[in-house]
């Protein structure tokens, strides 16, 4: 339970930055390497490299050494975990409506 | 388009902190109080207030002044948007799926 929650954490904290979320949108295009990833993002390929540690420690990218190229795609069991948490928040509240809607429309008590 | 976009960076970061996301999992349960709200988070009032200022800007809370009491509650579109965001990335990277499979399953030129 204390593991899922330090998942969440990690998952939310890498998507919370504008640029390894415009890394994940170009990974969804198809795997690429780290250099043509780092090309069009004008930061230094230390900070992509970085970004991409974070990326992949939450479970939102995967990156396979091949000789001397870093390949990275995407690993959708992050992408999963965030739909999870907002599904499990969805399922309280709108039980707790769906209870609301029971007692306004039950009949009045004489 | 551009207002999409902002619209979705806003709510990224929004849930990219953990007293925000503690915020609003306590909401789930249903609305209450900022008062009430910020007792068990351990920071001050002023705090809440703030962290309560963004979701309700990133559209993932909704708070209302009643007298001299401002009840904050779950607001859905907020949620919606990050589950569209990560939809439409999938989209992209299963149709690449479904073009690979398609390919690998294509019968061997002779």
Redesign the interface.
Known sequence: MLSQQIA??RV??A????TR?AI??K????PISVSVLAKPLDITLAAVVQHLQILEESGLVHTEKTGRVRTCQ?E?KG?AL??KW?ND??A??ER?FDRLGALLSEPEQK
Chains 1, 2 share one sequence.
Not at 15 to 18: S, V
């Open positions: 969440v954490d939310f904290h998507l919370g930055d504008p979320r994940v949108e990974l969804s295009h198809g995407i959708p992408f965030v739909e907002i928040r969805r309280l509240w707790r």
